[in-house]
C-alpha cells in the first residue's frame, strides 16, 4: 500500500530534485494504485494547468501500466489509438514524460507519481528521483 507517508517522501524527493537541477516551478501528484489521488503539491508559480496535467501523466501511467514517457512513445506513431485513448480516459490521460509507476522491490504497482511544471524529461527524473528518495522502486 502507498501510505499518505510515503507519498510525501516522495513529493519532498521529486522537489528537492527539482530545486538541485534547475528547474521550473513544479507540480507533484502521488496516486494509489486505483487512481486516486494521496497527495499533491504546487509550487509556486508553478502554472494552473499543472495539476491536472500531473494527475493525468500519473493516471495515464496506472491506466496503461507503463510510464507516461514510455506511452508517449509508443502513441507517436499511432494517431487513431491516442485519439482511442483520449475519447476512452475522457481526456484525462497524459502521454508525455514525468508519469512514473511506483512500485515495491518485488516489483508490485503500489501506485504513480506524475510531476509537470517543467520539460518533460526532466519532469520524469523529478519523479524518479522522489520514488527513489522513498526507497521504493520504478522502471522508466
Given at each position: 500500500m502507498l501510505s499518505l507517508e510515503l507519498a510525501n517522501r516522495i513529493i519532498e524527493g521529486a522537489l528537492k530534485h527539482g530545486r538541485k537541477t534547475s528547474c521550473a516551478p513544479l507540480t507533484v501528484a502521488v496516486l494509489d494504485a486505483g487512481g486516486h489521488l494521496i497527495a499533491f503539491q504546487r509550487e509556486d508559480r508553478s502554472g494552473i494547468l499543472r495539476p491536472d496535467?500531473?494527475?493525468?501523466?500519473?493516471?495515464?501511467?496506472?491506466?496503461?501500466?507503463?510510464?507516461?514517457?514510455?506511452?508517449?512513445?509508443?502513441?507517436?506513431?499511432?494517431?487513431?489509438?491516442?485519439?482511442?485513448?483520449?475519447?476512452?480516459?475522457?481526456?484525462?490521460?497524459?502521454?508525455?514524460?514525468?508519469?512514473?509507476?511506483?512500485?515495491?522491490?518485488?516489483?508490485?504497482?503500489?501506485?504513480?507519481?506524475?510531476?509537470?511544471?517543467?520539460?518533460?524529461?526532466?519532469?520524469?527524473?523529478?519523479?524518479?528521483?522522489?520514488?527513489?528518495a522513498a526507497d521504493l522502486s520504478c522502471e522508466q
Open positions: 496535467i500531473a494527475v493525468g501523466k500519473a493516471w495515464g501511467a496506472l491506466g496503461m501500466g507503463t510510464s507516461s514517457g514510455a506511452l508517449a512513445e509508443r502513441l507517436s506513431g499511432n494517431p487513431s489509438f491516442l485519439n482511442a485513448l483520449a475519447a476512452m480516459s475522457q481526456g484525462r490521460v497524459v502521454p508525455a514524460a514525468g508519469g512514473v509507476l511506483v512500485r515495491q522491490h518485488d516489483g508490485t504497482v503500489i501506485g504513480a507519481v506524475g510531476v509537470s511544471g517543467d520539460r518533460s524529461e526532466k519532469d520524469e527524473a523529478c519523479a524518479v528521483a522522489g520514488i527513489l
